[in-house]
């Protein structure tokens, strides 16, 4: 049996896999477990739940593999230095950070007093890992890989082949060229400062015009070969210290863009300025302007390689706007992208590079039953994203008594339903009437999107349902659209396109005589980001759109996360106090159904 422990450390959105014989066998973010979004550090706590879910201790890991490598792109780095001779608070910044990467060892004897770490520790390039995380798991036999993120060891993108000898990249983009940064400067500006604002922008996109493209093609220059280039005189990462912070909390970026930004585009939106149809248009602008990047690239790799399957990773396979055009504005045909493309996914890349490094091979073929693909021989294919904790009844039951005191007071009922298809009949009877349903269920997911198991479930037939949402419980920007949650088989006859996109990480057009349908989950411009759900890979979440098919004949249900500005729910208390603190309906805890009387 060989064991791998993956982890992403020291970077935004931590986390920790356990891949044993070439299966992940556990998955999760450091944040779910901190309580701090996007929480950067060493991720101790995602590596004590996957040593217990394993059952294994820390002197049983044969292996731990980081996807960061300090000496990748060495001579690159130095010469960079000597060329452009930059700020030296940002070189100090830039020792101190590969310091702490290298410290492991350290970091695993202070997070497990006693135990033992007797293994081989595997460095492996960024995008390496990336690329890994996408396509040794995908259901290809052979495919294009892609990484595009801000930066990680000197490159901020990456291309290659995947085939049954693992991943060989032979293309990048290097410091301080990125697209990831292009879009991040643009988020900053638009007065979104927070790390992973940039959902925002891209939601925000559709109400504005591109009126700014000229603008943008002067930040960014896109090369004959597919590749991209920043304007450097619009940026300041080159050659000033950027007010980077990576450790024990939620990470932070300083301000990216220089004055020369403001001088071309206007002044830049303060967090709490109201938005204007400029900023709108900007907005649009710039996506436009990311998907004239990245489509130009997604060509220029199709005449390379003359191959038609795509994976993809990295911080830009975030951008599900792009990404649901890839067949549409691309000469590629398939598309795979794991559920946490960005760092944390790192994490499951670099122990699954190891696992091919190795030579490791899994026995039998895998039929991938949540994803159009091929029957792949030899390694394991990821068609879901349930890789987190799980909560037994007793567990529930325990909590539910403990706070019986506290639920009475609120007014909220308790039943226990152990049937499954009673449960989800009676959860499914809430959301046609209107209600807003916690669900916990099952495994978390791994990766940033709710799948049904940690999700807030609604009607997509009520216009005035997002509304709701960010009165009762969300309290987000208005302008950010909603999810569903579709059953895989209904897919076509609701949207322009029939794809597969079980971890939500495209965005379709519906078709134009259902819009009215489902106005809940229609943006603007009559898009919508979807997840199919199959029965194989969840049946208990099929099951609930099912039922609630059966009583409207919509086969879909609006489905967000379950937080309220913070991580999604991990464990059951964590469900209940979200319940009791929002106004939320309806909480189905496991098989427990719990309720307000005058909800």
């Given at each position: 049996?060989?064991?791998?422990?993956?982890?992403?450390?020291?970077?935004?959105?931590?986390?920790?896999?356990?891949?044993?014989?070439?299966?992940?066998?556990?998955?999760?973010?450091?944040?779910?477990?901190?309580?701090?979004?996007?929480?950067?550090?060493?991720?101790?706590?995602?590596?004590?739940?996957?040593?217990?879910?394993?059952?294994?201790?820390?002197?049983?890991?044969?292996?731990?593999?980081?996807?960061?490598?300090?000496?990748?792109?060495?001579?690159?780095?130095?010469?960079?230095?000597?060329?452009?001779?930059?700020?030296?608070?940002?070189?100090?910044?830039?020792?101190?950070?590969?310091?702490?990467?290298?410290?492991?060892?350290?970091?695993?004897?202070?997070?497990?007093?006693?135990?033992?770490?007797?293994?081989?520790?595997?460095?492996?390039?960024?995008?390496?890992?990336?690329?890994?995380?996408?396509?040794?798991?995908?259901?290809?036999?052979?495919?294009?890989?892609?990484?595009?993120?801000?930066?990680?060891?000197?490159?901020?993108?990456?291309?290659?082949?995947?085939?049954?000898?693992?991943?060989?990249?032979?293309?990048?983009?290097?410091?301080?060229?990125?697209?990831?940064?292009?879009?991040?400067?643009?988020?900053?500006?638009?007065?979104?400062?927070?790390?992973?604002?940039?959902?925002?922008?891209?939601?925000?996109?559709?109400?504005?015009?591109?009126?700014?493209?000229?603008?943008?093609?002067?930040?960014?220059?896109?090369?004959?070969?597919?590749?991209?280039?920043?304007?450097?005189?619009?940026?300041?990462?080159?050659?000033?210290?950027?007010?980077?912070?990576?450790?024990?909390?939620?990470?932070?970026?300083?301000?990216?863009?220089?004055?020369?930004?403001?001088?071309?585009?206007?002044?830049?939106?303060?967090?709490?300025?109201?938005?204007?149809?400029?900023?709108?248009?900007?907005?649009?602008?710039?996506?436009?302007?990311?998907?004239?990047?990245?489509?130009?690239?997604?060509?220029?790799?199709?005449?390379?390689?003359?191959?038609?399957?795509?994976?993809?990773?990295?911080?830009?396979?975030?951008?599900?706007?792009?990404?649901?055009?890839?067949?549409?504005?691309?000469?590629?045909?398939?598309?795979?992208?794991?559920?946490?493309v960005g760092d944390a996914g790192g994490a499951i890349g670099a122990a699954m590079?190891?696992?091919?490094?190795?030579?490791?091979?899994?026995?039998?073929?895998?039929?991938?039953?949540?994803?159009?693909?091929?029957?792949?021989?030899?390694?394991?294919?990821?068609?879901?994203?349930?890789?987190?904790?799980?909560?037994?009844?007793?567990?529930?039951?325990?909590?539910?008594?403990?706070?019986?005191?506290?639920?009475?007071?609120?007014?909220?009922?308790?039943?226990?339903?152990?049937?499954?298809?009673?449960?989800?009949?009676?959860?499914?009877?809430?959301?046609?009437?209107?209600?807003?349903?916690?669900?916990?269920?099952?495994?978390?997911?791994?990766?940033?999107?709710?799948?049904?198991?940690?999700?807030?479930?609604?009607?997509?037939?009520?216009?005035?349902?997002?509304?709701?949402?960010?009165?009762?419980?969300?309290?987000?920007?208005?302008?950010?659209?909603?999810?569903?949650?579709?059953?895989?088989?209904?897919?076509?006859?609701?949207?322009?396109?029939?794809?597969?996109?079980?971890?939500?990480?495209?965005?379709?057009?519906?078709?134009?005589?259902?819009?009215?349908?489902?106005?809940?989950?229609?943006?603007?411009?009559?898009?919508?980001?979807?997840?199919?759900?199959?029965?194989?890979?969840?049946?208990?979440?099929?099951?609930?759109?099912?039922?609630?098919?059966?009583?409207?004949?919509?086969?879909?249900?609006l489905n967000t996360s379950f937080n309220e500005n913070e991580p999604m729910?991990?464990?059951?208390?964590?469900?209940?106090?979200?319940?009791?603190?929002?106004?939320?309906?309806?909480?189905?805890?496991?098989?427990?159904?719990?309720?307000?009387?005058?909800?």
């Amino acid at each position: 049996m060989t064991t791998i422990l993956g982890l992403n450390a020291y970077h935004g959105d931590a986390s920790a896999c356990l891949v044993r014989d070439g299966s992940i066998v556990a998955a999760a973010e450091e944040e779910r477990f901190r309580r701090v979004k996007h929480w950067a550090g060493f991720p101790s706590e995602a590596i004590r739940y996957c040593l217990e879910e394993g059952g294994l201790r820390l002197a049983d890991v044969a292996h731990i593999a980081v996807n960061s490598d300090p000496k990748a792109s060495l001579l690159r780095k130095i010469g960079y230095a000597l060329k452009t001779r930059p700020d030296l608070s940002l070189i100090a910044d830039r020792i101190r950070n590969q310091k702490k990467r290298r410290s492991i060892e350290a970091e695993l004897a202070n997070a497990f007093p006693g135990a033992t770490f007797e293994g081989e520790i595997h460095r492996i390039e960024h995008h390496v890992a990336h690329a890994a995380s996408a396509f040794l798991v995908s259901p290809f036999e052979r495919a294009v890989v892609l990484s595009v993120d801000g930066f990680g060891d000197f490159s901020s993108a990456a291309w290659g082949m995947g085939d049954r000898n693992g991943v060989s990249i032979d293309g990048r983009v290097y410091f301080p060229h990125s697209l990831g940064i292009f879009y991040q400067a643009i988020t900053q500006y638009l007065g979104f400062p927070h790390y992973g604002d940039e959902y925002k922008v891209m939601g925000l996109a559709p109400y504005g015009r591109p009126l700014f493209t000229s603008a943008m093609r002067r930040i960014l220059r896109l090369e004959d070969n597919g590749a991209f280039a920043l304007d450097l005189r619009y940026f300041r990462h080159h050659k000033e210290k950027i007010a980077y912070e990576w450790t024990g909390g939620a990470p932070h970026v300083g301000v990216l863009y220089s004055p020369a930004f403001e001088d071309l585009l206007g002044p830049a939106r303060t967090e709490d300025e109201p938005l204007e149809e400029r900023h709108r248009n900007i907005a649009r602008s710039a996506q436009a302007m990311y998907e004239e990047a990245f489509f130009h690239l997604l060509t220029k790799l199709h005449e390379r390689y003359r191959h038609s399957d795509l994976t993809l990773a990295g911080g830009c396979a975030m951008n599900s706007v792009a990404n649901g055009k890839i067949k549409r504005n691309s000469p590629f045909r398939r598309v795979y992208i794991q559920s946490a493309v960005g760092d944390a996914g790192g994490a499951i890349g670099a122990a699954m590079q190891v696992w091919s490094e190795l030579g490791g091979i899994v026995s039998g073929a895998s039929t991938a039953t949540a994803l159009e693909g091929d029957r792949i021989s030899g390694r394991s294919v990821m068609d879901h994203a349930y890789l987190g904790p799980t909560y037994d009844d007793k567990a529930i039951e325990a909590l539910l008594a403990a706070r019986r005191a506290e639920l009475a007071g609120q007014d909220c009922v308790v039943e226990h339903i152990g049937d499954e298809a009673a449960l989800c009949e009676r959860a499914a009877d809430a959301i046609a009437q209107g209600e807003v349903v916690g669900w916990f269920q099952g495994r978390m997911e791994w990766g940033p999107r709710a799948l049904g198991n940690r999700s807030i479930i609604c009607d997509p037939r009520r216009a005035d349902m997002k509304d709701i949402l960010n009165l009762k419980i969300k309290r987000r920007e208005s302008f950010r659209p909603f999810a569903p949650s579709i059953q895989r088989e209904s897919v076509a006859h609701w949207f322009e396109e029939d794809g597969d996109v079980p971890f939500m990480m495209q965005v379709f057009q519906i078709r134009e005589e259902k819009r009215a349908a489902i106005p809940a989950i229609t943006h603007v411009d009559g898009s919508g980001r979807l997840q199919t759900v199959h029965r194989e890979t969840n049946p208990r979440y099929w099951g609930l759109i099912e039922a609630f098919r059966v009583r409207t004949g919509v086969p879909m249900v609006l489905n967000t996360s379950f937080n309220e500005n913070e991580p999604m729910v991990c464990r059951p208390d964590e469900a209940l106090d979200c319940f009791l603190r929002t106004k939320m309906d309806v909480l189905a805890l496991g098989n427990s159904f719990i309720r307000r009387r005058n909800g």
